[in-house]
């Protein structure tokens, strides 16, 4: 019995909000339909897609186990076979190893027994027009500025992301040369801290937030808007942790030497995207105790979710700022 407050409370929300948008979510007992979930990006050959159940709120079991899944990943019109990565609590995700470029459509279908088919289609946008610098800030910080130029006035916005991985490397050396050099790598995930002096208008509405962190292609990313062109140089900073390069250990025998990588992508995002990663309507109906997922933007016809692509400028890996 105590499911529902939460779920009448979910709708009352729901009501509220549908005047700002239009709001799909499967509430009827016979309206099971797929979820589909992937973000194509050049510079990226591999993509994942993930594909679950969309269960009715009027059922509480939860997702179901999917049978006779069939996955097609398109581009240009060129059908290739995604091959299934993993599956993890009846969320199956699969893996497409494609390279993409800016101008290629991406089309993915997926279909599984008992559920409508489902599709989308996406191209892959140009690469951000954005720079990027990098200080030691206040020593335990490593501050990046991401500056947007744009002076077109056009007040058409644009959408961006900022992904950041690290590799701390331990590379130990031996006094005895014959001894061939070892090395240790361990990736490093980061939460961002970070500033944008943008404004939306939709936050009080919507609970947007113009600079959000979200989880992506499974790494964090920070997502923000510019203003349409009205600040000629627009910047936003993003900090994460700063590890300084130094030897380790230095004894008579060998020496490590701790050494930071970090790679920095920066994205260019669609509108729909945008909306689809940044509303915090979704986490609250999910805090509600609503089975997931309830998404309330997207480009899946016949179903629920997103296939929509991005456009990735890479840093390549790079060391620490000296």
Known sequence: ?????????????????????????PLKPDGGRLYLECFPSNNHDTTYIKLTAAVPITEYEGPKELSNIMMNFRVNGDSFAPKL???????????????LKPGDIVSVDAS??????????????DEADMEMSREIYNYGTLRHKFTVRRNDGSGQKHYYGVAIRGVCRMEKTYADSDRQPETEVSY?????????????????????????????????????????????NLEIVVDIPYQQDKYWVVVEDYKIFRRTLYNVEMFRIPKEAYEYLNPRINESLLAAGLIPPFISNGNISGGYGIASCMGCTSSGWIGNPI
């Open 188 to 232: 490093l995930r980061y939460d961002y801290k970070m500033e944008s002096p943008v404004k939306s208008k939709d936050e009080d509405i919507l609970g947007y937030k113009t600079i959000k962190q979200c989880h992506v292609n499974g790494t964090d990313m920070v997502i923000f808007e510019d203003d349409g062109g009205k600040t000629q």
């Open 1 to 25: 019995m105590r499911k529902i407050p939460a779920i009448l409370s979910s709708l009352l929300l729901i009501a509220a909000l549908s005047c700002e948008r239009e709001t799909d979510l």
């Open 112 to 125: 599984a027994e008992g559920y409508p088919q489902i599709t989308a289609s996406s191209s892959v946008p």
């Open 85 to 99: 990565y993993s599956e993890d609590n009846y969320v199956y995700t699969y893996i497409a190893d494609v390279p």
